[in-house]
């Protein structure tokens, strides 16, 4: 997925308006205008979309769990890189919405997903770790929207 994907999703999951994601990028301290973000939830192929980036959707996920959780935890730089994958994303997921590992569970199984333990605690692990795992792309799609379903209920 891309990050454009990734923030859209995030978007329909909270149900936000432009203005909230414009919010939540404030609490992150990250500078952008409510135009940037419009144009980052365009589709592609039109003329007004622009990229969202890994160091966007980053900040964004660090606003969220502010949002979410009403405390501070940024302990990045916004000069330092960031390396985004779905490992991390998931990370700021659980964290933001106060995800415990029966929820996680739950979720993956809403996905369609058997995960044993072990496979659970190697993609939260970090990626210096011997039994760290990627996430593939199509399991990390399946566990937005399961996301999305879990949340609902």
Do not use: W
Not at 9 to 19: A, D, G, N, R, Y
Not at 80 to 108: C, G, H, Q, V, W
Request: proline letters at 1%.
């Amino acid at each position: 997925m891309t990050t454009n994907e990734i923030l859209k999703k995030i978007q329909t999951i909270e149900t936000l308006t432009s203005t909230q994601i414009y919010e939540i990028f404030q609490l992150s301290d990250y500078n952008i205008t409510e135009n940037r973000i419009e144009g980052y939830l365009r589709n592609r192929g039109d003329k007004e979309y622009l990229d969202c980036g890994a160091q966007a959707l980053g900040n964004f996920l660090d606003g969220l769990i502010k949002y979410k959780r009403g405390y501070k935890n940024n302990n990045r730089s916004d000069k330092e890189p960031l390396i985004l994958n779905n490992n991390l994303i998931m990370k700021k997921l659980r964290i933001a919405y106060d995800l415990k590992e029966s929820d996680l569970y739950e979720i993956f199984d809403i996905a369609g997903i058997n995960i044993t333990k072990s496979e659970l605690s190697s993609i939260f692990r970090s990626e210096t770790h011997k039994r760290f795992r990627l996430c593939p792309d199509s399991v990390f799609k399946l566990f937005l929207d399961a996301l999305d379903e879990f949340l609902k209920k």
